[in-house]
């Protein structure tokens, strides 16, 4: 018997559901009121024999897992997790170093919550912390039950009054070292992080504190100061209130990204519990992933400077000046829009008015801000009106630049329908042809590909010189035979031309990837936009699904275009098991290729940090580096079992 089988012979799917669904038995049956949208009549179902659930109202059925994932918006492992902890069952045993790594993990979090709670009782009672109670109350007009829910705390201007709390409660200075609550610098010298501030707790997904934001109230630097990237604390892979907004997401399915921890906690105050932030660093994919679960509306409220004229293209790239990074997330048009062209998403931008902080709008007048945030427009939409208005488009000229810059963020808007109305729309503002408008953008197409294929050659020299020179990456060695045959061909379209060939060679390269420990293939893996895009066509082929008519026509012009003329796999083609070993092989060398690139990348950001004296930004790139390093050996490892590859 499997685990799931165990777990699902364990757990009582009427026990699990009854936790969140008031239920009572109909026959052999229990019914109740949808979990999942408003009802008046009962037409929710569920059947012990079967152990499965039914939502006429809703549609959705499944097991104990489904409902789960559904409701809590966990992902099958999450759910797994916890049906398994509440039935007893083990699932894989971990090994020491694992276990070990999980009670230290347990312990550091164990130190911030009573961190956390020390902080609260300073706010409470300190007389040091008189302006900060005063700042909470008659500027942010916070109430004392919000004080309390959010366990808002203030940190003595001590250099060691935490540290000598904690220590008294059984911690070592390491554990709050690696906990972020206190710093060694290049001396030695070890003192408290956090002095002399406002202390917001940051919790993950379960409620648990990882982390703390910070303000301060003198006007000293930095204003803002959140905890570093510790084990428990990884800001891209959080959002600040999440644990308190999960439900009303899951039940408006809207969620709101706005900027600062206040925002989200006076939003909460006045009612509207569906309110997150990010972590003070770029909106990343794994956030948006994290709502895509929960909500199938994504609402970034902005403040009218960061989603206005500043958020405009900057040549071809969509930028945004943040104010502090600390402080704010960065805003990256471009980035959500691809977030929302892979994640499938509906991701929208609501513009504040001039000069109003969402938690400021929201306690003056909370109509107004449900009227903002339903009134959010497109983010594609909202881009291109940014671009346009930075321009006089009444002049011809202005119109092209205007055309052009627009085109990357056309060329990220994966799905054609959404494209074409884009394109419609971009034409009828510049009082243009829609032909005309895809004439640009086909050309900002082929100069990207251009781009993208000469830096690529430049970037393979560039490997081969370091290697030389046992630069990042080179372990000492000279340049394996397995390189100097990939620097014969180029990997992309060479991977991308076998897979047209067969598409389902794919799934062998994804089976050869994962045996060597490695994620399987995705479009990251492709530096070339066309390719990328190929890739995505030829996975759903490998999958069975056929190409719709407007996704051939589109990926003709581009990628079919580049593997046309290409015959270095002519011999091969005819024989599936030499096509197959190349495929694989060469979908080895590819990811080997890019996790060697990430290397260079990475050290050079270490560097970059270290030459700025951000210890904490190196010690993280430090982190991300060690996860790289141990990817590059094993998809090193897994070529070497593999006879080298000579193209001529």
Same mark, same amino acid.
């Given at each position: 018997?499997?685990?799931?089988?165990?777990? #699902?012979?364990?757990?009582?799917?009427?026990?699990?559901?009854?936790?969140?669904?008031?239920?009572?038995?109909?026959?052999?049956? @229990?019914?109740?009121?949808?979990?999942?949208?408003?009802?008046?009549?009962?037409?929710?179902?569920?059947?012990?024999?079967?152990?499965?659930?039914?939502?006429?109202?809703?549609?959705?059925?499944?097991?104990?897992?489904?409902?789960?994932?559904?409701?809590?918006?966990?992902?099958?492992?999450? !759910?797994?997790?916890?049906?398994?902890?509440?039935?007893?069952?083990?699932?894989?045993?971990?090994?020491?170093?694992?276990?070990?790594?999980?009670?230290?993990?347990?312990?550091?979090?164990?130190?911030? %919550?009573?961190?956390?709670?020390?902080?609260?009782?300073?706010?409470?009672?300190?007389?040091?912390? !008189?302006?900060?109670?005063?700042?909470?109350?008659?500027?942010?007009?916070?109430?004392?039950?919000?004080?309390?829910?959010?366990?808002?705390?203030?940190?003595?201007?001590?250099?060691? %009054?935490?540290?000598?709390?904690?220590?008294?409660?059984?911690?070592?200075?390491?554990?709050?070292?690696?906990?972020?609550?206190?710093?060694?610098?290049?001396?030695?010298?070890?003192?408290?992080?956090?002095? $002399?501030?406002?202390?917001?707790?940051?919790?993950?997904?379960?409620?648990?504190?990882?982390?703390?934001?910070?303000?301060?109230?003198?006007?000293?630097?930095?204003?803002?100061?959140?905890?570093?990237?510790?084990?428990?604390?990884?800001?891209?892979?959080?959002?600040?209130?999440?644990?308190?907004? /999960?439900?009303?997401?899951?039940?408006?399915?809207?969620?709101?990204?706005?900027?600062? @921890?206040?925002?989200?906690?006076?939003?909460?105050?006045?009612?509207?519990?569906?309110?997150?932030?990010?972590? $003070?660093?770029?909106?990343?994919?794994?956030?948006?992933?994290?709502? #895509?679960?929960?909500?199938?509306?994504?609402?970034?409220?902005?403040?009218?400077?960061?989603? $206005?004229?500043? !958020?405009?293209?900057?040549?071809?790239?969509?930028?945004?000046?943040?104010?502090?990074?600390?402080?704010?997330?960065?805003?990256?048009?471009?980035?959500?829009?691809?977030?929302?062209?892979?994640?499938?998403?509906?991701?929208?931008?609501?513009?504040?008015?001039?000069?109003?902080?969402?938690?400021?709008?929201?306690?003056?007048?909370?109509?107004?801000?449900?009227?903002? +945030?339903?009134?959010?427009?497109?983010?594609?939409?909202?881009?291109?009106?940014?671009?346009?208005?930075?321009?006089?488009?009444?002049?011809?000229?202005?119109?092209?630049?205007?055309?052009?810059? +627009?085109?990357?963020?056309?060329?990220?808007?994966?799905?054609?329908?959404?494209?074409?109305? @884009?394109?419609?729309?971009?034409?009828?503002?510049?009082?243009?042809?829609?032909?005309?408008?895809?004439?640009?953008?086909?050309?900002?197409? /082929? *100069? !990207?590909?251009?781009?993208? $294929?000469?830096?690529?050659? /430049?970037?393979?020299?560039?490997?081969?010189?370091?290697?030389?020179?046992?630069?990042?990456?080179?372990?000492?060695?000279?340049?394996?035979?397995?390189?100097?045959?990939?620097?014969?061909?180029?990997?992309?379209?060479?991977?991308? %031309?076998?897979?047209?060939?067969?598409?389902?060679?794919?799934?062998?390269?994804?089976?050869?990837?994962?045996?060597?420990?490695?994620?399987?293939?995705?479009?990251?893996?492709?530096?070339?936009?066309?390719?990328?895009?190929?890739?995505?066509?030829?996975?759903?082929?490998?999958?069975? %699904?056929?190409?719709?008519?407007?996704?051939?026509?589109?990926?003709?012009?581009?990628?079919?275009?580049?593997?046309?003329?290409?015959?270095?796999?002519?011999?091969?083609?005819?024989?599936?098991?030499?096509?197959?070993?190349?495929?694989?092989?060469?979908?080895?060398?590819?990811? *080997? /290729?890019?996790?060697?690139?990430?290397?260079?990348?990475?050290?050079?950001?270490?560097?970059?940090? #270290?030459?700025?004296?951000?210890?904490?930004?190196?010690?993280?790139?430090?982190?991300?580096?060690?996860?790289?390093?141990?990817?590059?050996?094993?998809?090193?490892?897994?070529?070497?079992?593999?006879?080298?590859?000579?193209?001529?």
């Amino acid at each position: 018997m499997s685990v799931v089988e165990e777990v #699902k012979r364990r757990v009582d799917i009427v026990e699990v559901i009854g936790g969140y669904v008031k239920l009572s038995r109909s026959g052999r049956n @229990y019914k109740g009121l949808s979990p999942f949208q408003s009802e008046r009549t009962p037409s929710f179902f569920v059947f012990p024999d079967t152990q499965t659930f039914k939502d006429f109202s809703s549609g959705e059925q499944g097991d104990v897992f489904s409902f789960l994932m559904k409701k809590e918006g966990w992902t099958f492992g999450e !759910a797994l997790r916890e049906l398994a902890r509440r039935a007893g069952v083990q699932l894989d045993e971990r090994t020491p170093e694992q276990q070990q790594f999980a009670d230290y993990a347990a312990r550091l979090r164990d130190a911030l %919550a009573q961190a956390a709670a020390y902080f609260h009782h300073l706010l409470l009672t300190a007389p040091q912390a !008189a302006a900060c109670r005063a700042y909470l109350r008659e500027k942010r007009r916070l109430t004392d039950e919000t004080l309390a829910t959010w366990q808002i705390g203030y940190s003595l201007a001590d250099y060691h %009054a935490l540290t000598h709390h904690l220590t008294a409660r059984g911690f070592s200075v390491p554990e709050l070292i690696d906990a972020g609550l206190v710093v060694e610098n290049e001396e030695g010298r070890r003192y408290d992080r956090f002095r $002399g501030r406002l202390m917001i707790p940051i919790h993950d997904a379960k409620g648990q504190v990882v982390g703390f934001g910070s303000r301060s109230l003198d006007g000293s630097e930095p204003k803002y100061m959140n905890s570093p990237q510790t084990a428990v604390f990884d800001k891209g892979r959080l959002l600040f209130g999440l644990h308190r907004a /999960r439900s009303a997401i899951r039940s408006e399915q809207v969620a709101v990204l706005v900027e600062g @921890y206040m925002d989200v906690i006076g939003c909460h105050q006045a009612g509207f519990a569906n309110v997150v932030a990010g972590m $003070g660093t770029s909106l990343s994919e794994d956030q948006f992933r994290m709502l #895509k679960r929960l909500a199938a509306r994504i609402v970034l409220a902005l403040d009218a400077d960061a989603a $206005g004229d500043r !958020a405009v293209l900057r040549g071809v790239e969509v930028a945004r000046e943040a104010m502090d990074r600390e402080a704010q997330p960065i805003f990256d048009p471009r980035g959500a829009i691809r977030c929302e062209s892979k994640l499938k998403a509906d991701i929208r931008v609501a513009v504040l008015p001039q000069g109003k902080d969402p938690d400021e709008l929201v306690l003056e007048s909370p109509e107004r801000w449900r009227e903002v +945030v339903a009134n959010a427009r497109p983010v594609v939409e909202h881009v291109i009106d940014v671009i346009l208005r930075s321009r006089d488009i009444s002049e011809p000229h202005a119109k092209s630049q205007a055309a052009r810059a +627009v085109a990357p963020v056309l060329l990220d808007t994966s799905d054609p329908v959404q494209r074409d109305f @884009y394109v419609q729309l971009l034409a009828r503002r510049l009082q243009v042809s829609p032909r005309a408008v895809l004439a640009v953008v086909s050309e900002v197409a /082929r *100069e !990207a590909r251009s781009k993208v $294929g000469g830096s690529g050659m /430049r970037g393979q020299g560039g490997q081969g010189a370091d290697r030389a020179q046992g630069g990042p990456g080179s372990a000492g060695h000279a340049p394996s035979q397995e390189r100097r045959s990939a620097d014969k061909v180029d990997l992309e379209t060479h991977l991308i %031309a076998a897979l047209w060939r067969r598409p389902q060679l794919l799934l062998d390269a994804n089976v050869a990837l994962t045996r060597a420990k490695l994620d399987v293939l995705d479009e990251r893996d492709f530096t070339n936009p066309a390719l990328r895009a190929g890739f995505r066509q030829l996975s759903r082929l490998a999958m069975g %699904a056929p190409l719709s008519p407007s996704e051939g026509e589109a990926a003709e012009e581009d990628w079919l275009a580049i593997i046309a003329d290409y015959d270095a796999l002519d011999l091969l083609a005819a024989d599936e098991a030499l096509l197959r070993e190349e495929v694989v092989r060469t979908a080895l060398r590819l990811r *080997e /290729r890019n996790l060697f690139r990430d290397r260079i990348g990475i050290n050079a950001m270490i560097e970059e940090a #270290k030459r700025a004296h951000e210890a904490d930004v190196a010690a993280r790139y430090n982190l991300e580096l060690h996860r790289v390093l141990t990817q590059h050996l094993r998809a090193q490892k897994a070529l070497q079992l593999r006879s080298a590859l000579n193209v001529t």
